[in-house]
Nanobody, 125 residues
């Protein structure tokens, strides 16, 4: 059974950092396109960062220079390191994966096949 499980969310003050993890089971992440999305209350879900099928990385303009996506193939886990957090980064963060080819920034808008349950990130003083 293919499964994605996120962890690492929480409450953090503005300017702080968090690292989210997305552990995969039932498939090998490095052969899939993977991404992080987020959804704030009352807003549409938006792509935050992604690994394309060729391994290239893309970021939403709103997080460039602050967020870093990475992958540990031995642990079959994708990470999202978030720094200089702002209140507008608040939301539920989801990881997603697809076995199909996804190229470049299209990965930030792709309709992924597999989704985790999400982890809440709240940035507030």
């Amino acid at each position: 059974q293919l499964q994605l499980v996120e962890s690492g969310g929480g409450l953090v003050q503005p300017g702080g950092s968090l690292r989210l993890s997305c552990a995969a089971s039932g498939f090998t992440l490095d052969s899939y396109g993977t991404a992080w999305f987020r959804q704030a209350p009352g807003k549409e879900r938006e792509g935050v960062s992604c690994f394309s099928s060729d391994g290239s990385i893309s970021y939403a303009d709103s997080v460039k220079g602050r967020f870093t996506i990475s992958r540990d193939n031995a642990k079959n886990t994708v990470f999202l390191q978030m720094s200089s957090l702002k209140p507008e980064d608040t939301g539920v963060y989801y990881c997603a994966a697809t076995p199909f080819e996804v190229a470049g920034t299209a990965g930030l808008r792709y309709d992924y096949d597999f989704w985790g349950q999400g982890t809440q990130v709240t940035v507030s003083s």
